[in-house]
């Protein structure tokens, strides 16, 4: 259940409530809105407990709520969460573009991509260093290695980084190199993953699973968020259908739904949403129409010969570049913020395709 304070409660009484609620047995979640502060209640309460507060000073109502997900619901948390990551905001009418390769490959190549990255105005490196692959004889990445590959890269370039972990075990090491850590597909119910990640303060993108409903994602993010890290976004990947023209089929609809449902912030992956590098432009526009807090984005600069085999669902630096042009003028249509750094053109003369 949730407690909504009356208008303009002193900071005094609202922990007063608080401790009440705590002495009945119960957590309670103090979320400070615009115009009210709701205090989430969780844990399994004494029926009594919510006619007894409706009853006290300066409570205005106490609502049930019936999901399963607490934290990460709206009800609980009525404004939008906006995550600060060293002065990049993430969240609310923030526009953030995440860009680089699928795998991190060779110092050279993760310097050159996040110098590209930077230039055309993205705000966070990306690139795997564990790969987790459908084959096992497929290229499962370069390990800890990519990763100091990376951090470096992301120094240099005044860029933040983000890159998969795979198991509870690697948390810790990567937490120490990247500065958000990405849930991928297939770990998105692997909650030993999803427990550690909550003992931490790393931000971390929670990627839907390909058969996963809105409730079964927001249940996966309650896993983290229960556990004390509240820094969680939501990514949409694209979803498994009958539909084979396209690696996955990108659920679009799932952006303002989870945005309806969650305060969280919400990225979209037009990259492996479609698998089709001439889909990537409109779907990543698409999904900033549809209201998507940022974009994660697979850019490579020789995608034909990429390690992974995943080139064809990688865009060209230019294309890159291009794309953010145009996010920046999208960005002022629908309300979005989007600081993106200007560079000059010739920035780019350097590669050629």
Same mark, same amino acid.
């Given at each position: 259940?949730?407690?909504?304070?009356? #208008?303009?409660?002193?900071?005094?009484?609202? !922990?007063?409530?608080?401790?009440?609620?705590? +002495?009945?047995? /119960?957590?309670?979640?103090?979320? +400070?809105?615009?115009?009210?502060?709701?205090?989430?209640?969780?844990?399994?309460?004494?029926?009594?407990?919510?006619?007894?507060?409706?009853?006290?000073?300066?409570?205005? !109502?106490?609502?049930?709520?019936?999901?399963?997900?607490?934290?990460?619901?709206?009800?609980?948390?009525?404004?939008?969460? /906006?995550?600060?990551?060293?002065?990049?905001?993430?969240?609310?009418?923030?526009?953030?573009?995440?860009?680089?390769?699928?795998?991190?490959?060779?110092? +050279?190549?993760?310097?050159?991509?996040?110098?590209?990255?930077?230039?055309?105005?993205?705000?966070?490196?990306?690139?795997?260093? =564990?790969?987790? +692959?459908?084959? #096992?004889?497929?290229?499962?990445?370069?390990?800890?290695?990519?990763?100091?590959?990376?951090?470096? %890269?992301?120094?240099?370039?005044?860029?933040?980084?983000?890159?998969?972990?795979?198991? #509870?075990?690697? /948390?810790?090491?990567?937490?120490?190199?990247?500065?958000?850590?990405?849930?991928? @597909?297939?770990?998105?119910?692997?909650?030993?993953?999803? *427990?550690?990640?909550?003992?931490?303060?790393?931000?971390?993108?929670?990627?839907?699973? =390909?058969?996963?409903?809105?409730?079964?994602?927001?249940? %996966?993010?309650?896993?983290?968020?229960?556990?004390?890290?509240?820094?969680?976004?939501?990514?949409? *990947?694209?979803?498994?259908?009958?539909?084979?023209?396209?690696?996955? @089929?990108?659920?679009?609809?799932?952006?303002?739904?989870?945005?309806?449902?969650?305060?969280?912030?919400?990225?979209?992956?037009?990259?492996?949403?479609?698998?089709? *590098?001439?889909?990537?432009?409109?779907?990543?526009?698409?999904?900033?129409?549809?209201?998507?807090?940022?974009?994660?984005?697979?850019?490579?600069?020789?995608?034909? !010969?990429?390690?992974?085999?995943?080139?064809?669902?990688?865009?060209?630096?230019?294309? =890159?570049?291009?794309?953010?042009?145009?996010?920046?003028?999208?960005?002022?249509?629908?309300?979005?913020? =989007? !600081? @993106? /750094?200007?560079?000059?053109?010739?920035?780019?003369?350097?590669?050629? *395709?």
């Amino acid at each position: 259940m949730i407690v909504i304070t009356k #208008p303009e409660v002193t900071e005094e009484r609202i !922990n007063e409530i608080a401790g009440h609620i705590l +002495r009945a047995g /119960v957590q309670p979640h103090v979320s +400070r809105g615009t115009d009210r502060t709701v205090i989430g209640i969780i844990g399994q309460a004494d029926p009594a407990l919510a006619e007894h507060l409706r009853s006290m000073k300066d409570v205005e !109502n106490v609502i049930k709520i019936s999901k399963s997900y607490k934290l990460a619901s709206r009800d609980f948390h009525p404004d939008d969460t /906006v995550i600060d990551i060293k002065g990049v905001k993430i969240g609310g009418d923030n526009l953030v573009v995440m860009g680089g390769p699928c795998a991190v490959e060779s110092p +050279r190549q993760i310097d050159e991509i996040a110098r590209l990255v930077k230039n055309a105005g993205g705000q966070v490196l990306r690139g795997g260093a =564990f790969k987790p +692959r459908t084959g #096992p004889y497929s290229f499962q990445g370069i390990g800890v290695e990519g990763l100091v590959m990376m951090a470096e %890269a992301g120094r240099k370039h005044g860029l933040l980084t983000i890159t998969e972990v795979m198991t #509870p075990e690697y /948390v810790d090491i990567c937490a120490e190199h990247a500065d958000i850590l990405q849930v991928g @597909t297939r770990n998105m119910q692997n909650f030993d993953l999803l *427990r550690k990640l909550g003992s931490i303060q790393t931000p971390v993108l929670l990627k839907r699973g =390909f058969s996963a409903t809105y409730d079964e994602f927001l249940n %996966a993010a309650e896993y983290i968020l229960a556990g004390g890290n509240p820094n969680v976004m939501l990514c949409e *990947r694209g979803i498994r259908t009958f539909e084979s023209y396209t690696r996955n @089929t990108l659920d679009l609809a799932a952006i303002p739904v989870l945005q309806s449902l969650s305060h969280l912030p919400v990225i979209s992956d037009p990259s492996h949403g479609t698998g089709r *590098r001439e889909l990537i432009e409109p779907m990543a526009k698409a999904s900033v129409a549809a209201g998507a807090n940022g974009l994660i984005i697979e850019m490579h600069t020789d995608p034909d !010969n990429s390690s992974t085999g995943d080139g064809v669902q990688s865009l060209f630096p230019d294309q =890159f570049a291009a794309l953010l042009k145009d996010l920046e003028k999208l960005a002022e249509v629908v309300g979005k913020r =989007f !600081n @993106t /750094v200007k560079e000059p053109q010739e920035a780019f003369a350097v590669w050629t *395709r």
